[in-house]
């Protein structure tokens, strides 16, 4: 059965470090990503990996900080996040999708067609 299921969240200080985590039953062959959502807003997309894992692909404002990585054989995603900011402050999702091309990892939300129920993840300053 596919399911995403994602942990790893919790509170840290700002300057802190988390790493986030995704199993992903079901979803060998995808392309995949994280998406974060705060209350009111449009849910955005953070970092993304393309199905063979050699592409990856950061929303400008966690470039440098936050780093996607999968495991194939474990079937995990994983989110590292360093130099935390409160603005990382969030519910974060991981998306899988069957309907990436080779070789592309895409933040558009509308590509993914199954989600997680989220991790919450909350920097204090």
């Known amino acids: 059965q596919e399911q995403l299921v994602e942990s790893g969240g919790g509170s840290v200080q700002a300057g802190g470090s988390l790493r986030l985590s995704c199993l992903a039953s079901?979803?060998?062959?995808?392309?995949m990503g994280w998406f974060r959502q705060v209350p009111g807003k449009e849910r955005e997309g953070v970092a993304a990996?393309?199905?063979?894992?050699?592409?990856?692909t950061y929303a400008d404002a966690v470039r440098g900080r936050f780093t996607i990585s999968k495991d194939n054989l474990k079937n995990t995603l994983y989110l590292q996040m360093n130099s935390l900011k409160p603005e990382d402050t969030a519910l974060y999702y991981c998306?899988?999708?069957?309907?990436?091309?080779?070789?592309?990892?895409?933040?558009?939300?509308?590509?993914?067609?199954?989600w997680g129920q989220g991790t919450q993840v909350i920097v204090s300053s």
């Open positions: 990996i393309a199905r063979n894992g050699a592409v990856t």
């Open positions: 079901g979803f060998s062959g995808t392309c």
């Open positions: 998306a899988a999708s069957f309907s990436c091309s080779n070789g592309i990892a895409t933040l558009s939300r509308s590509v993914y067609g199954s």
